[in-house]
């Protein structure tokens, strides 16, 4: 609910700076703003954490999806994407204007939530494909040793959503610390 009333602000907003059509107030979003964008992209992945655990709840797929892969990808999707990627947006405003310095890097600042976003939907898709297949969430050894051949593809473009989301992850971290020692002080 708290998500749709977001939206629902973001569409009025857009609706006063003149968008028309369903959809018209997406384009007047402001897409290169770093914490619009993040907000923007972690209720999208809010929304597909969500829908992934009311899936997870149906008894019928709830016995294709119970402890497997599935349940890690549904809550990566409500915590990782929604709820960190928005803080780490309101920290796009907060930082500077609590520390009173300028973000070391807009650029960085700029592509880091679509690289997080992009990355951990790679990692929440292939998390679910592998969990229909019925990759565990627990394994007793690291080998693999009975892993069907069908788990292969997505396990391996699970571990590239995860590379871009860490990458994503660490041009944040990095763009926060060096807005701290070395961003432009004003007033």
């Given at each position: 609910m708290h998500g749709l009333a977001i939206l629902g602000a973001v569409e009025v907003a857009g609706r006063k700076l003149g968008a028309k059509g369903r959809f018209g107030f997406f384009k007047t979003i402001p897409w290169s703003e770093?914490?619009?964008?993040?907000?923007?992209?972690?209720?999208?992945?809010?929304a597909l954490g969500g829908w992934s655990g009311t899936v997870?709840?149906?008894?019928q797929l709830n016995m294709l999806t119970h402890n497997n892969i599935w349940v890690p990808a549904?809550?990566?999707g409500v915590v990782v994407g929604g709820m960190t990627l928005s803080f780490m947006g309101l920290s796009y405003y907060l930082v500077p204007?609590?520390?009173r310095r300028q973000l070391f890097s807009q650029v960085m600042a700029r592509v880091q939530p679509y690289l997080y976003g992009v990355g951990l939907f790679i990692m929440m898709v292939t998390m679910?494909?592998?969990?229909?297949?019925?990759?565990?969430?627990?394994?007793?050894?690291?080998t693999y040793a009975g892993a069907s051949p069908d788990w292969f593809l997505p396990m391996?473009?699970?571990?590239?959503?995860?590379?871009?989301?860490?990458?994503?992850?660490?041009?944040?971290?990095?763009?926060?610390?060096?807005?701290?020692?070395?961003?432009?002080?004003?007033?």
């Open positions: 770093p914490g619009m964008a993040a907000l923007m992209v972690s209720m999208a992945l809010f997870a709840t149906t008894a549904h809550l990566h204007l609590l520390a679910n494909w592998a969990g229909f297949l019925g990759v565990p969430r627990r394994a007793p050894d690291i391996n473009l699970l571990g590239i959503g995860i590379a871009l989301a860490v990458l994503g992850g660490l041009f944040y971290v990095l763009n926060m610390v060096l807005t701290l020692v070395h961003g432009k002080k004003f007033q």
